[in-house]
């Protein structure tokens, strides 16, 4: 009976130390989040940033520096605006409707949709329209733009007619198939369509397709708020509200937490919400940009293949990031423009390299910025193979207990 109470808390300690192992390495990811973010967030010289990371296990990392315009300090909770980061949300739905069969991404427009007076609106199809090569009008960066008289009235809620008009004028830039060309305005018409085919606005659509089958919060449509009807939780900046998003649509008018975009992310590739067809349609470069696939940027950087988009308006600016290799999520977002784009794109870079550390070795612990004034080192780099928790420490200590183990049970 002694023999078995101690084999039984011998068991426990072993289980403790591998318990305590998994926690460390986690642990070390969002430690080499916070090293990264001490080392950046002085020189990006914004109001706030926030940062989260799930890897394939479903474990999530977040990091946050800064404050709201009212000196909130800033939590995972708050949210952002997503700017151009939406396009691939927007893209999510269309995909979801095309596996459902409502619609199919090589169908033309005008099977579901028609819209007077817009330039080869009957010959343009979805899937033009999803990777920049069905030539509409840029109602944002096109001239004549939207932003004129939307910064004139912050609080004029925009209708479709008003929008489109804006691609009814100006004619399209090209025969479709032809080029590429960057169009927020081919977006803001996928909107359209999404309404279409659901019979619902946009933000319903979404929270029908994803939000509600997926137990999600704080990612939503925002085709409400103004100044005197803000956004709970949004991290603001002196121009959160400088128009409604009703005027970008469904090319830039979503709001999340940089968790819960990570979250979709993970449910949406990691866990198959979507079928690898698709992910492999978006993710698959266009033959008019090897950088753009469906409503995604592609990149290869550290001999990894990631995707996803970027985003940039109204003084916020941000990143989305897939990695299929290592099935893990990485959402970045600023309230603020950094001060320049080299340290901006560098942070990126450093954060992807944790998180692509992280999956090659748990254990990996980055250093910690040295500080300005302080003396240099003599040289010698520091071990982390230990990592404060590692594999290998786990190992030592499972074979010094077994040892302890078999003299217990021989006492």
Do not use: C
């Not at 023999?3 to 318990?19: T, Y």
């Not at 396009?87 to 028609?114: A, F, Q, R, W």
């Amino acid at each position: 009976m002694k023999n078995k109470i101690k084999l039984a808390v011998v068991v426990s300690l072993i289980v403790s130390v591998f318990s305590n192992t998994a926690l460390a390495t986690v642990d070390n990811l969002e430690y080499n989040l916070n090293v990264t973010l001490d080392k950046f967030f002085d020189r990006l010289v914004i109001p706030g940033l926030s940062v989260a990371v799930i890897v394939e296990n479903g474990d999530e990392v977040t990091a946050q520096r800064g404050t709201t315009l009212d000196n909130e300090e800033l939590t995972e909770d708050h949210v952002f605006r997503l700017a151009s980061m939406s396009k691939h949300l927007t893209t999510l739905m269309v995909m979801y409707l095309h596996e459902i069969g409502e619609l199919n991404i090589d169908d033309k427009l005008s099977d579901y949709l028609v819209i007077d007076g817009l330039e080869n609106g009957d010959v343009m199809t979805i899937r033009q329209l999803l990777n920049h090569t069905a030539g509409v009008f840029d109602h944002i960066n096109g001239s004549p733009n939207v932003f004129s008289a939307a910064l004139g009235d912050p609080e004029r809620e925009w209708e479709h007619e008003d929008i489109i008009k804006y691609m009814t004028d100006n004619g399209s830039y090209f025969t479709p198939g032809s080029q590429y060309s960057y169009s927020n305005g081919g977006f803001y018409i996928l909107g359209m369509l999404i309404e279409a085919i659901t019979g619902e606005s946009l933000a319903q659509s979404f929270d029908s397709i994803f939000l509600n089958p997926l137990a999600l919060s704080n990612i939503f449509v925002d085709d409400f708020s103004t100044a005197n009807n803000p956004i709970t939780n949004l991290a603001t900046n002196s121009r959160s509200y400088e128009y409604h998003l009703n005027a970008i649509g469904a090319a830039g008018n979503f709001v999340a937490s940089p968790l819960a975009f990570a979250r979709l992310g993970h449910e949406v590739y990691t866990n198959d919400f979507l079928t690898d067809e698709s992910e492999m349609a978006i993710s698959t470069q266009s033959t008019l940009n090897s950088a753009y696939g469906l409503g995604s940027r592609l990149w290869e950087a550290h001999d990894v293949y990631h995707f996803g988009h970027t985003g940039k308006l109204g003084g916020y600016r941000g990143i989305f990031m897939y990695i299929p290799e290592q099935k893990t999520s990485i959402v970045i977002s600023a309230s603020g423009y950094p001060a320049t784009s080299s340290t901006w794109w560098l942070l990126i870079d450093t954060i992807l390299l944790d998180a692509i550390k992280y999956n090659q070795d748990p254990s990996y612990v980055n250093k910690p910025p040295e500080p300005v004034d302080d003396e240099k080192d003599d040289g010698e780099e520091e071990d982390n193979s230990s990592g404060g928790g590692s594999f290998g420490f786990a190992l030592i200590s499972m074979l010094a207990l077994i040892a302890i183990t078999r003299r217990t049970l021989k006492a």
